[in-house]
């Protein structure tokens, strides 16, 4: 992989993912993680991590395993996404993402997504394709 984990969560940083907190903890060409603190202005009424919050969590990680994927001067954009909550996060914790790809192709590029708890407990899976653009 050619790009540091300094140099891309840098790079997230101004955009939307900086909002959201995310911070990459490990990067490679079949791996993403990163962690994201459960914000209050993440959440629901209820105290628990917005829905909406963790599908941007895991679009993120699908999206920057595809980039460091990409061959050079081509461009990714999301195509597909499926998201199933099975657990929530309150405010106050932390959940962390793990990205693995499916498939790793010319065209399209599909990664998975397990969200957990910082109990170990799976809140979400998501599955997303990504579009090979250029």
């Known amino acids: 992989m050619g790009i540091p984990v300094a140099a891309l969560q840098e790079r997230l940083q101004p955009l939307f993912p900086g909002l959201l907190g995310l911070q990459l903890i490990e990067v490679s060409p079949d791996r993403i993680v990163a962690t994201m603190q459960v914000r209050p202005e993440l959440c629901t009424t209820g105290g628990i991590l917005h829905g909406g919050a963790v599908m941007a969590f895991a679009d993120t990680l699908g999206a920057v395993g595809t980039f460091v994927n990409l061959p050079e001067g081509k461009g990714t954009t999301t195509v597909e996404s499926s998201t199933k909550f099975i657990g929530s996060a309150k ?44």
């Open 91 to 134: 405010a106050g914790s932390s959940v962390t993402g793990e990205s693995t790809p499916l498939h790793k192709g010319r065209t399209t590029m599909v990664w998975q997504t397990h969200i957990r708890g910082e109990d170990g407990r799976l809140c979400a899976m998501v599955t997303q394709t990504q579009l090979v653009l250029g």
